[in-house]
């Protein structure tokens, strides 16, 4: 008979496999669950609309947001984090990484409502979002939202397609007074850093009319 002995357990591999085991279940706990979050988002419709689809054109429908983006977007209002909103502080203050992921999950699991654009801003909005303005070194919208504004979710950029156009430009100014500093490597404080109101006031209205 072939005899065989197993090698010695070191303590290297012991904590390579403690590691390894841990690394696991934050994979797991970070999936997040559409029927826990539909029940969690309830204190979220006051604002944000029982489907994620909000009613006040000051606050932003969630319903379609890609889910990576949504956990960040979460986890930057937390105290210390790179976005300041009283309101959202106190939303956040309870809610454990599981429950943002959750919460992800529903709204990027809800169908986003459709909305119109005003047509006389169409034109303009539509050559900035397209075609940015190379004269004056602004990126098109397109490169990183996509030609439907759907985002890209791999890289946490947002879906915009049928966002309330106020929402929008509230943002857009607030990158541009760097009040709002969320954006990596300053991409989007630097491009609305140069937009004037009136070229806010167009892309935002497109991108409200995008599906």
């Not at 969690?40 to 379609?64: F, Q």
């Not at 919208?141 to 504004?149: E, F, K, L, N, T």
Request: charged fraction near 15%.
């Amino acid at each position: 008979m072939q005899s065989f002995s197993l090698s010695p357990i070191t303590p290297l591999s012991r904590l390579l496999t403690v590691l390894a085991l841990l690394c696991l279940a934050n994979l797991a706990g970070a999936e997040g669950s559409v029927e826990a979050g539909q029940q969690k988002a309830a204190t979220c419709a006051a604002c944000h609309g029982p489907d994620g689809n909000s009613l006040n054109p000051e606050w932003p429908s969630l319903a379609g947001q890609n889910a990576r983006y949504l956990e960040d977007a979460l986890k930057s209002f937390r105290p210390g984090g790179s976005r300041e909103n009283v309101l959202m502080l106190g939303q956040v203050a309870a809610l454990s990484d599981q429950d943002m992921a959750d919460l992800a999950a529903f709204y990027a699991s809800q169908t986003r409502a459709p909305r119109t654009a005003d047509p006389a801003l169409i034109a303009a909005g539509e050559r900035l979002y397209r075609g940015g303005n190379k004269d004056r070194g602004i990126g098109a919208c397109i490169a990183c939202h996509g030609p439907q504004g759907m985002g890209n979710p791999q890289a946490a950029y947002p879906a915009l397609a049928g966002q309330h156009a106020n929402y929008t430009a509230a943002q857009l100014r607030a990158y541009a007074s760097q009040s709002r500093k969320s954006d990596p490597n300053q991409m989007m404080r630097n491009t609305a850093a140069m937009l004037s109101e009136e070229e806010i006031l167009a892309v935002a209205s497109y991108i409200q009319g995008l599906e």
